[in-house]
């Protein structure tokens, strides 16, 4: 792999959300307003799957996020997930930050810092990269959009 410049696109994936389990509250049911985020917050474990077209990883993506909704709104994001390339190779990835809902709107703006990591040949590129990640999550379809980027 050639050398990857600060800010380059790395990946551009888009995930469904294929499950939630939920511990006391609905997300859907604070998404619609009809529930309040209690005052120790709410936790989710959210599985997602879906895909990453490239340009420098091409393949299949699926991990969970281990959301946690403060009590003030917040949503804390940690995500562990993998990426299965094309070729068969496996990266892990890890993930944490925010997700910002906007105001009336089932839509939430993301913000991660994320890391990869590695074994396999022709990926161990991916060690050494902070990513910076941005995009967007539509809670009333369950769509992930993500666009990561070599900081």
Request: charged share 20%.
């Amino acid at each position: 792999m050639s050398t990857i410049e600060v800010g380059e696109l790395l990946f551009d994936y888009t995930l469904k959300i294929t499950n939630s389990t939920e511990y006391g509250v609905s997300l859907k049911s604070l998404m619609a307003g009809s529930a309040t985020i209690p005052p120790e917050g709410a936790r989710f474990d959210v599985a997602v799957e879906g895909t990453s077209p490239g340009p420098k990883l091409k393949g299949k993506v699926a991990g969970i996020d281990y959301l946690w909704v403060r009590a003030d709104g917040r949503f804390h994001i940690h995500v562990h997930a993998d990426i299965t390339t094309d070729d068969g190779s496996r990266i892990a990835l890890h993930a944490e930050g925010v997700a910002r809902p906007r105001p009336g709107s089932p839509i939430a703006d993301l913000r991660e810092n994320m890391t990869l990591f590695s074994s396999a040949k022709g990926y161990t590129w991916v060690n050494a990269l902070q990513v910076w990640a941005v995009g967007t999550v539509d809670l009333a379809t369950g769509v992930i959009h993500v666009k990561g980027y070599s900081a």
